[in-house]
């Protein structure tokens, strides 16, 4: 490099943050060997950090580098922007896991928006770093001492929470995702878009119908109207976007996640899977009615041409059956009483009604039907299929439901309404009592 690299030429500093941007790990190194403080200046315009750019690219060993030589993770750009916010702007999942693993602040709020690094890594859709910094703030001493759902629903300075960026971007995973870790999904924006409105009305404006999905089914008020007395139904209708169809308050309403008690929010994988697909059956079937009848170019793809919930069982199946609905197989079994039911009836015993914001009162723990005990646990049942496909036993007494006649309180289950837990009478397990002793209001 000779002369052309000395302290004094006046294109060290270019030379530098060119080598930076391009990921030239051997000529920053020569680079800072002549001039540690280098590291320290930033960019005449955006003032960026050589920290920033690195972010920005992705250079992951670059910024390892940097970091090695400069513990200083949250140093500030001209938009009082951090490099974590640059990385999860880009996302950079790399680099944002190792300015995460440095003690970068994820609770910096930059100048531009008053944002955090979750909201840009919601705003711009990119999951995993969302994932990253969601995990992170489950451990982090800032989101402790400030708490980790105010962190989740932190407002920038236009009262947008991140869920609500993401809604109105279209980001259906981070809007899930967001939902899943505590996100308030009822909560109004201050000025962001148009004033009062929930991430519902944002999705409708949007059009995204998977958004929409993921908002209605934890509990999306549909009836709530945002500053200027308008509903998401009118939002979407106004934009001629298919949502419409679902957003119709004289649609049927859609199954909503369980509230959130706390055998809920510790479900083990197996059961909060079959609950969740339990969930999304049921209410792909309320779609495919709302849109029949709508022109096939309107109607979702996913839900054309689609058989929801068809089973393959035949009617001599040798499994054990629900004594609730007598058509899906106990995969869900409540403890510790040991009873039994498939998922669909599990998910529409716990479920909850949409959002009540008249009663602070919370929800009361569901009952097992059957025995009326509290139900603090859930765990997967484990059928005799699963248990001849581990290991050939032998063999068992196994009741067949499919004997009974409709008359006796065989159900569809479409829409899973509590409706369908009527008095059922003495079948098997114990007695079922009226549905209305089961409905549970969320607060």
């Avoid at 711009?124 to 969601?134: M, N, R, T, V």
């Avoid at 870790?181 to 929930?198: E, F, I, R």
């Avoid at 059956?321 to 007598?326: D, M, N, S, T, V």
Wanted: hydrophobic share 35%.
């Amino acid at each position: 490099m000779g002369q052309g690299m000395s302290c004094g030429h006046p294109n060290i500093e270019l030379d530098f943050f060119a080598a930076v941007q391009y990921g030239e790990l051997m000529m920053v190194e020569s680079i800072l060997r002549m001039d540690p403080g280098i590291l320290r200046r930033t960019t005449s315009y955006g003032r960026l950090s050589a920290l920033h750019i690195a972010a920005a690219r992705g250079h992951v060993e670059m910024l390892s580098m940097l970091l090695e030589r400069w513990d200083h993770p949250d140093v500030l750009n001209r938009h009082k922007q951090t490099p974590l916010m640059v990385a999860a702007m880009r996302g950079k999942i790399s680099c944002v896991e190792k300015l995460l693993q440095a003690g970068a602040n994820i609770l910096t709020f930059d100048s531009a928006n008053g944002r955090t690094c979750l909201h840009y890594a919601a705003y711009y859709g990119h999951s995993d770093c969302l994932q990253a910094i969601i995990q992170a703030a489950q451990s982090n001493p800032i989101s402790e001492s400030w708490g980790f759902a105010r962190f989740v629903n932190v407002r920038d300075a236009k009262g947008a929470t991140p869920l609500h960026l993401a809604a109105k971007k279209s980001r259906p995973t981070c809007v899930r995702m967001l939902l899943d870790n505590g996100a308030l999904v009822c909560v109004s924006t201050g000025d962001y878009g148009s004033p009062g409105s929930t991430p519902l009305h944002l999705a409708a404006r949007g059009g995204c119908l998977d958004s929409v999905r993921e908002l209605l089914a934890w509990g999306a008020d549909r009836l709530q109207m945002d500053s200027a007395g308008r509903i998401p139904y009118v939002v979407a209708l106004k934009r001629n976007h298919i949502c419409a169809a679902l957003l119709n308050p004289s649609s049927a309403e859609p199954l909503v996640w369980p509230s959130p008690l706390k055998f809920i929010s510790e479900l083990n994988p197996d059961v909060k899977l079959l609950l969740e697909t339990a969930l999304i059956d049921a209410n792909k079937k309320r779609e495919k009615k709302i849109f029949k009848g709508m022109p096939s170019s309107y109607i979702s793809p996913d839900h054309s041409e689609e058989n929801v919930g068809d089973d393959d069982k035949s009617e001599g199946s040798d499994v054990e059956l629900c004594c609730i609905c007598f058509e899906q197989v106990c995969t869900i079994e409540v403890r510790d009483c040991g009873h039994q039911m498939c998922a669909y009836c599990t998910l529409a015993l716990c479920s909850h009604n949409k959002p009540n914001r008249g009663t602070l009162s919370p929800p009361a723990p569901p009952l097992c039907p059957f025995c009326r005990s509290t139900i603090t646990r859930l765990a997967a049942a484990k059928t005799e299929i699963s248990e001849d496909v581990d290991k050939e036993t032998s063999p068992k007494l196994r009741r067949s439901r499919h004997s009974a006649s409709p008359s006796e309180g065989s159900s569809s289950f479409k829409g899973l309404s509590m409706g369908s837990f009527g008095r059922m009478g003495a079948h098997g397990s114990g007695r079922i009592a009226d549905s209305s002793s089961l409905i549970l209001d969320k607060p």
